[in-house]
């Protein structure tokens, strides 16, 4: 059973960068059937989808985020990692991690949806 | 970009009731790529529904997904005291984007 697990400072301070890891366990982020996504949502609020990354390194933003954001991966440890720059009060929120099915999932009639989860990780911006 | 919107806002019902949740595009939406997903406070949210219609494992059979094109729903037959929380709906679509609608809050009557 795959599981993701965020990690990352949980205070940053304005005009820096955001840094976040996810891990995953019980099953390689290597396999061609996903994306490997970053979503958030500030405290009380709804979701907002920040983008994804394919191992291969391919990535697709959220255009209202893009200029800001980097999504890579390291396949040697099983992990893929966000930074968010020049982060406001704004930023502040729970960050998730999420796994998206593509590929083969696609073929079998659905596809691109969020699953599992991360259990999320609160980043606060603040001085 | 395909805007979702959900309705209610909140939704008020008793359990054992039956609860009929909406959630509609702005443009036509693909049913192989509509999904609804339930958060309870502090938790992260959990795929119910994928491909508008298909339970996710695990999921109790109260709950079904129905629609296509621009109007989709989440029905939960029968409430049971676990299932008060928020629901979303979430879509992929043109441009590669994914989008969330606003949630609709099921709360205790």
């Known amino acids: 059973q795959v599981q993701l697990q965020e990690s990352g400072p949980g205070l940053v301070k304005p005009s820096q960068t955001l840094s976040l890891t996810c891990t995953v366990s019980?099953?390689?982020?290597?396999?061609?059937?996903?994306?490997w996504s970053w979503i958030r949502q500030p405290p009380g609020k709804g979701l907002e989808w920040i983008g994804y990354i394919y191992y291969s390194g391919s990535t697709y933003y959220n255009p209202s985020l893009k200029s800001r954001v980097t999504i890579s991966v390291d396949t040697s440890k099983n992990q893929f990692s966000l930074k968010l720059s020049s982060v406001t009060a704004a930023d502040t929120a729970v960050y998730y991690c999420a796994r998206v099915p593509i590929g083969g999932y696609c073929s079998g009639g659905s596809c691109y949806w969020f699953d599992p989860w991360g259990q999320g990780t609160l980043v606060t911006v603040s001085s | 970009e395909i805007v979702l919107t959900q309705s209610p806002g909140t939704l008020s019902l008793s359990p054992g009731e039956r609860a009929t949740l909406s959630c509609r595009a702005s443009q036509s939406v693909s049913s192989s790529y509509l999904a609804w997903y339930q958060q309870k406070p502090g938790q992260a949210p959990r795929l119910l529904i994928y491909g508008a219609s298909s339970r996710a494992t695990g999921i109790p059979d109260r709950f079904s997904g129905s629609g296509s094109g621009t109007d989709f729903t989440l029905t939960i037959s029968r409430l049971e005291p676990e299932d008060f929380a928020v629901y979303y709906c979430?879509?992929?679509?043109?441009?590669?984007?994914?989008?969330f609608g606003p949630g609709t809050k099921v709360d205790i009557k």
């Open positions: 979430q879509q992929y679509g043109s441009s590669s984007l994914f989008t």
């Open positions: 019980g099953g390689s982020i290597s396999s061609g059937d996903y994306y």
